[in-house]
């Protein structure tokens, strides 16, 4: 690979957005030890920025550091599994409430128009996975509260390392668009309450499917 070149973002922010794709991609497995020093000769740079690279990922928790032994990247046990979605489900479910007393009714049509486009890119996974994430991010963007926003990207991206994708489990790819069509629909009522509910109901489910 050629050595990295500098854009306008610090050098050591480029390495961890491609530790952070290889690692998503599975080709750095889950418990699987990061050779720094090897990494840093492919990518043609000093392990300064390699250091600063795993820290980063560190902070997002898809890199445990562990004392003389080095940087590995994080395995998600049963319990991790449970507290993320935990923590996904009571922010995106008050983001949905915040949505649905305070959107505009432009906003309201474009999350309309979101799911229509889910419901399009059935039999289309990676583009249904692309569009199901778009409307999640897209109800936190309208709610309006950047540091909710910043933990739940932390949380997605740590579920991301699970091996198994509930989605592609028989069956749970209709279930969960049911329960985003129920969503939309509470949203659209303008039902704090209900939309809230519907978007725990969702995490609930989607759980249930991981496990």
Not at 38 to 55: C, D, H, N, V
Not at 135 to 163: E, G, P, S, T, Y
Request: aromatic share 6%; hydrophobic share 45%; no cysteine.
């Amino acid at each position: 690979m050629a050595a990295l070149t500098l854009t306008p973002r610090a050098l050591y922010e480029e390495v961890a957005e491609l530790l952070r794709q290889r690692i998503f991609a599975r080709e750095l497995e889950p418990g699987s030890w990061i050779d720094e020093m090897r990494l840093a000769e492919e990518y043609g740079i000093s392990r300064t920025p390699m250091r600063e690279a795993l820290k980063v990922l560190a902070a997002e928790g898809l890199v445990t550091m562990k004392v003389r032994r080095g940087a590995y990247v994080t395995e998600v046990n049963e319990k991790d599994q449970r507290d993320v979605y935990h923590l996904l489900s009571l922010l995106e479910a008050d983001a949905a409430a915040v949505v649905a007393e305070r959107a505009t009714d432009a906003e309201l049509q474009e999350l309309q128009a979101l799911h229509q486009a889910l419901e399009s890119a059935v039999g289309q996974t990676d583009q249904f996975f692309a569009i199901n994430e778009r409307f999640h991010m897209r109800v936190l963007a309208i709610a309006d509260n950047r540091w909710r926003d910043q933990m739940v990207a932390d949380l997605r991206k740590v579920m991301k390392l699970n091996r198994h994708n509930s989605l592609l489990k028989t069956g749970r790819l209709a279930e969960s668009l049911q329960e985003h069509r129920a969503i939309v629909q509470a949203l659209v009522q303008r039902d704090p309450a209900l939309s809230a509910q519907r978007v725990r109901e969702h995490f609930a489910n989607g759980l249930q499917a991981a496990g």
